[in-house]
């Protein structure tokens, strides 16, 4: 009998490519139960490397997917590419992490460190529903998106360009899905995220001794994408000497690992985006134009949000149905978030310099404010994001408010109309969460547990994202360095080590 397929949330079926410094293999995942992880032989999944332990992890396949650390003896991490507070968290039994029996959620892209080896959750096969977060209705997203699948048959690169936050990965998803290598791994860096160093080590890997801290070989990233496809986000922030390796290997379909001498084959297609105009940094020397003429065989141009405003409505709907559900799991409420029509006429006036990012914040925030009733456009609280000081991708986060020391009394406000229109929030939310009758302590609200948990969620996204780099992290999140080392000092999270 046919071995049974566990399928991943995006409806496809489930598998570990498992990368040690001598060998890489794949291995498909059982429908059900669980499967031990580890370098003995009779373990579920034989990992052959010496960091691992006998029996080092467990994988259970839920819903939902977790991995368990056994008391190895190298200890078990995971770095999630949508990661929350419990995935963030470090499971190393021998370094007084959390004891044996806590588990971290997973996700399709995690990847799972065994010691010194690497395990990637993938989706195995093209099965994804290509039309479950896509979403085109203007007739110029249409003539892309036609383009887009007849070329994603061939070999030919692709790049996207379009303003920061237009859904260029999305259109590079559905590129790969829509090619004959749907059915091999989708490869998703972005380059911007990543110091020069860290991003020549993990993308061509590098061999033992390369430099210090090299005590294994380790295959690079574009080895681990063999047979599918490479998607390089932010493609103009590319360093100079990053762009004539990846030319060579465009023209070559080799790799040579850092400190390498043998060339490895490689079977990989570019997909790449940028919002910068490439021919303009070739003219100034900032970009190699062989590689943008390799890199470039068809350019797809993705029409910013403000010039597609027939598909701002079902966007916004989309996002609050999902944010709904991930806030208030389980309540019947999460299925449907009404939009009013006058919030749905302020989302249509709108400029969205942020795009389809910024229509995401802006409905994730206004569904926390609604507190489970009908969307208004006091809840968007859209004049704030039209400030142009403002970077156009900045997530306002809400403003704390200072401390006052044990021994002084703080001011109190001048009338009740006064208190409630010194704060943009406090006017948007609902009656029913503002205000507790006369000496009652209303206790901790669900509104502002909710506010601080996505908060707190967001931080954690920039920090992965940004591979712990504050500085990049903050400018992501639209705030000051200093505020985000406060934030992250009020939430308790661990101050983040440079990758």
Same mark, same amino acid.
């Not at 004539?244 to 023209?251: H, T």
């Given at each position: 009998m046919a071995e049974?397929?566990? +399928?991943?949330?995006?409806?496809?079926?489930?598998?570990?490519?498992?990368?040690?410094?001598?060998?890489?293999?794949?291995?498909?995942?059982?429908?059900?139960?669980?499967?031990?992880?580890?370098?003995?032989?009779?373990?579920g999944i034989c990992v052959p490397d010496s960091s691992v332990s006998r029996r080092h992890a467990v994988l259970h396949l839920g819903p939902p997917l977790r991995i368990e650390d056994l008391g190895s003896s190298n200890g078990t991490r995971v770095r999630a590419r949508h990661c929350s507070a419990a995935t963030e968290r470090l499971i190393d039994v021998g370094k007084g992490a959390p004891a044996r029996g806590a588990a971290v959620e997973l996700s399709p892209g995690d990847v799972i460190y065994l010691g010194a080896a690497r395990v990637v959750l993938r989706q195995k096969g093209g099965e994804r529903d290509a039309g479950k977060d896509v979403i085109v209705k203007d007739d110029a997203m249409r003539a892309v998106y036609e383009l887009a699948e007849r070329v994603a048959n061939g070999p030919i690169n692709i790049l996207l !360009?379009?303003?920061?936050?237009?859904?260029?990965?999305?259109?590079?998803?559905?590129?790969?899905?829509?090619?004959?290598?749907?059915?091999?791994? %989708? %490869?998703?860096?972005?380059?911007?995220?990543?110091?020069?160093?860290?991003?020549?080590?993990? +993308?061509?890997?590098?061999?033992?001794?390369?430099?210090?801290?090299?005590?294994?070989?380790?295959?690079?990233? !574009?080895?681990?994408?063999e047979g599918g496809t490479v998607f390089l986000d932010?493609?103009?922030?590319?360093?100079?000497?990053?762009?004539?390796?990846?030319?060579?290997?465009?023209?070559?379909?080799k790799v040579m690992r850092v400190g390498g001498l043998t060339p490895i084959k490689i079977d990989v297609r570019f997909v790449s985006a940028t919002h910068r105009d490439l021919e303009a940094e070739v003219s100034r020397g900032a970009f190699r134009q062989d590689l943008y003429f390799r890199l470039n065989g068809v350019t797809l141009s993705i029409p910013p949000l403000r010039e597609r405003p027939g598909e701002v409505a079902a966007l916004a709907q989309l996002f609050a149905e999902r944010t709904a559900k991930e806030l208030f799991p389980g309540e019947a409420s999460a299925a449907f978030v009404p939009i009013?029509?006058?919030?749905?006429?302020? +989302?249509?006036?709108?400029?969205?310099?942020?795009?389809?990012?910024? !229509?995401?914040?802006?409905?994730?925030?206004?569904?926390? +404010?609604?507190?489970?009733?009908?969307?208004?456009?006091?809840?968007?609280?859209?004049?704030? !994001?039209?400030?142009?000081?403002?970077?156009s991708h900045a997530m306002p986060l809400p403003a704390r408010p200072p401390q006052t020391p044990s021994n002084a009394r703080a001011p109190e406000p001048a009338s009740a109309s006064a208190s409630a229109s010194a704060s943009p929030i406090a006017r948007s939310v609902p009656d029913g969460a503002k205000s507790a009758p006369d000496g009652v302590d209303p206790g901790p609200t669900r509104l502002r547990d909710a506010m601080e948990?996505?908060?707190?969620?967001?931080?954690?996204?920039?920090?992965?994202?940004?591979m712990g780099n504050q500085t990049r992290a903050a400018a992501l999140l639209g705030i000051s360095r200093r505020t985000l080392v406060e934030r992250i000092r009020v939430y308790g999270l661990p101050r983040p080590r440079k990758a």
């Open positions: 049974p397929e566990i +399928l991943s949330r995006d409806g496809g079926s489930l598998e570990l490519l498992i990368i040690t410094q001598s060998s890489m293999s794949t291995r498909q995942l059982p429908g059900s139960g669980s499967v031990v992880l580890g370098r003995d032989e009779d373990a !360009l379009g303003e920061t936050g237009a859904g260029k990965e999305v259109l590079a998803e559905s590129i790969h899905r829509a090619s004959p290598r749907a059915s091999r791994p %989708l %490869l998703r860096l972005s380059c911007v995220a990543l110091s020069e160093s860290l991003l020549e080590s993990e +993308l061509f890997g590098h061999e033992r001794g390369a430099f210090t801290g090299a005590v294994r070989a380790k295959p690079g990233l !574009l080895e681990t994408a932010e493609i103009g922030e590319l360093p100079p000497s990053i762009q004539a390796k990846l030319l060579r290997v465009i023209e070559e379909r009013s029509p006058a919030a749905l006429a302020a +989302l249509q006036r709108h400029s969205w310099p942020g795009n389809i990012r910024e !229509l995401r914040n802006v409905i994730e925030r206004a569904v926390i +404010l609604a507190n489970g009733a009908p969307i208004g456009p006091e809840h968007l609280l859209l004049s704030s !994001l039209a400030d142009p000081t403002r970077p948990a996505h908060e707190r969620e967001r931080i954690v996204q920039a920090l992965e994202q940004c």
